[in-house]
């Protein structure tokens, strides 16, 4: 009770003062108290009227207090024991009104700490202030979708990029090829018969595939989404045609191979370059497709090459690349498509295999009944080897895990 009296005669003194102050001011200037400094006076009057009626009833309770306790240092009690609670004791609900029981104390407290700097009228403050925090407005709080979404799938063609790409002139057509040639000879003597041999030119058949895929979107997914779901349905429908017609393009050209593999002894610098010269003679031993240009591996295998050395310790293939796959091990392109199953590994003229397509790409068409919108992706192709002869195949001892 006595620190909270002497708060509110220390009130009273400072009121009072400024009163004092303000008024003395005047009389120095030699003029009347302005309206505002009189309006200022009346508040500070009417507090002081308000704090000298709260002291005199505070005062009123402590003599009383100090009476009581009087009287009983005069008198034995015989009232039981007080019970001492166990434990920290309960903090009392904060009481707004309690803290500053009129709008003065409040103005006065926000003086104290703004220009005194007052410890204690800080500490009151703070303790009357409210904290607003994300977790008191999440209505308001936005949650931002960054774009643009995140497609993990791969839409390149590594092996169809790699070979002879033509537009599909049909849903069928024949791919001529010759099948005997003319002869040419020595002439045994002046005007004796040359040499003569008829040229025979028979026909592959191709008849291409259709792939195609389809999805309804109704147009209010089209109107409110943001990215744009339609854009984003149609990269995905492109990424996966490419996905698609690759993987068919790789499984008929390890289908088309004819040719007995050619075995390589070990996962090894040596071993393999052995066999890849073998295999490159034997385009030039009858097989009619000539040296071969490019080596077709699976990831596997790719990684296999990466990690030969010859006998010197050094790496057998130097120029591949551990972030590209790609190089030209023996001057030989470099192809890896994940689309070969594994233990892959063919070389050959890439001029003897051909890819056909024809892609009619995006469609689309409005549904009104239902609001919604119909899109559509499809393409046509056919793979076609037409020298299987001219392809070598290998077979390595197991490289994966």
Known sequence: MGAYLDRLNQQYDEIRTGIDTLVNRAAEDNRDVTDDEQQQVDRDQARLTDLQKAIAHYSGIEESAAQVADLRSKTRSSAPRELVPV??????????????????????????????????????????????????????????????????????????????????PAGKFDRPYIDQHVAVAEQTAEKTLTASQQMKILSLPVAAKTYAGHLNISRQDIKWTSPGILQIVFDDFAAIYAQTTCAVATADFIASLTGTPITVAEVSGEAITAALYEGAAAGLDGSGGGLPDTLWVSPDVWAALGGTFNAMGVAAFPQLSLTNQGGNPLGLRLVVDQHFPAGTMVTGPSRLAEWYEDIDGLMQVGEPDVLGQLVGYAGFAAFLNVAPEAFSTYELPAVGP
Do not use: C, W
């Open 87 to 168: 434990g920290a004791p309960k903090p009392e609900a904060y009481d707004v009104a309690r803290e500053f029981p009129t709008p003065a104390d409040y103005a006065i407290t926000v003086h104290r700490a703004m220009v005194h700097k007052d410890p204690e009228s800080v500490e009151k403050l703070e303790r009357a202030t409210a904290h607003q925090t994300l977790a008191d407005n999440p209505g308001i709080v936005p949650r931002p979708v960054l774009g643009p979404v995140i497609n993990l799938i791969d839409s390149t063609r590594p092996f169809v990029e790699s070979i002879s790409r033509k537009a599909l």
